[in-house]
Nanobody, 125 residues
């Protein structure tokens, strides 16, 4: 059974940094498309970052240049390094995993088959 679990959220002041982690079990990590999305109260879910089978990364426009997605296949762990945080980054952050189809990954991480319970990030001004 595939499970993903996020950790690392918390409260930080604007300009600060946080690193989120997502530990995955029940899957061969390197065979999966992995990603992060977030949702703030009364807002739509937003794709944050993805990494595909080949390690290629994509970022949402609002986080480009500030966030970095990476993974450690040996530890089955996905990371999201978040720097220069802004109050508008405050949201529940979710880790997502999907086998994809062939070499294609879901268009957005919100379409992934598996997701965690989320970890809260709060950025104060």
């Amino acid at each position: 059974q595939v499970q993903v679990a996020e950790s690392g959220g918390g409260s930080v002041q604007a300009g600060g940094s946080l690193r989120l982690s997502c530990v995955a079990s029940g899957l061969i990590f390197s065979n999966y498309c992995m990603g992060w999305f977030r949702q703030a109260p009364r807002k739509e879910r937003e794709a944050v970052a993805t990494i595909d089978h080949f390690g290629r990364t994509k970022y949402g426009d609002t986080v480009k240049g500030r966030f970095t997605i990476s993974q450690d296949n040996a530890k089955n762990t996905l990371y999201l390094q978040m720097d220069s945080l802004k109050p508008e980054d405050s949201a529940m952050y979710y880790c997502a995993a999907d086998m994809g189809f062939g070499f294609d990954c879901p268009v957005t991480p919100m379409e992934s088959k598996y997701r965690g319970q989320g970890t809260q990030v709060t950025v104060s001004s």
